[in-house]
C-alpha cells in the first residue's frame, strides 16, 4: 500500500515524534502512581494488610464516604462480596501509572 505523503512526514519528523501532545491537566495523572492516589488504601485484614485501589467500590466512588489511608477489611466487605475484594487486590498495584480518577493524597502513609 502506497504511504500518504503526510504520514510520511511524521514519520520522518524526528521532533515531532520525540514530543508527545499532552493536555495540561493530565500531566498531572500521568506523572503520579497509584500509590499517591488517595483511593490506593491498606486494608487490614485479620491476619494480614493490602493494599488495594477502592475506586470501583460505589460508597467510596460517589465520596459519601470519603477513603482514609486504612480501612478495615470487615467494613470493605459490607458492600463488597470477598471474591470483588480479591479481584481488587490482585489487580491493583503501588506502581501502576496515575487513571483518570487520580486524586492527589495529601497526608503521610505509614509503612
Ligand atoms: S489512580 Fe486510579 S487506579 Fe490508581 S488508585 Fe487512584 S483511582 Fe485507583
Known amino acids: 500500500m502506497k504511504e500518504k505523503k503526510i504520514d510520511k512526514y511524521y514519520k ?4 515531532y515524534r520525540s514530543h508527545t501532545m499532552m493536555l495540561p491537566e ?4 500521568t506523572i503520579h502512581l497509584c500509590q499517591d492516589c488517595s483511593f490506593f488504601v491498606k486494608i487490614i485484614g485479620k491476619q ?3 493494599s488495594a485501589c477502592i475506586k ?4 467510596y466512588k460517589n465520596k459519601a464516604k470519603g477513603p482514609r489511608p486504612e480501612i478495615d477489611i470487615y ?5 463488597i462480596s470477598s471474591k470483588e475484594l480479591m479481584h481488587l487486590v490482585e489487580t491493583s498495584s ?5 487513571c483518570s480518577e487520580f486524586v492527589k493524597y495529601s497526608g503521610v502513609r505509614s509503612q
Do not use: D, W
Request: proline letters at 8%; charged letters at 30%.
Open 48 to 50: 494480614e494488610n493490602k
Open 94 to 98: 503501588a506502581h501502576k501509572t496515575a
Open 26 to 29: 493530565m500531566h498531572e495523572k
Open 56 to 59: 470501583p467500590i460505589p460508597i
Open 12 to 15: 520522518n519528523n524526528f521532533l
Open 75 to 79: 467494613e470493605i466487605l459490607k458492600h
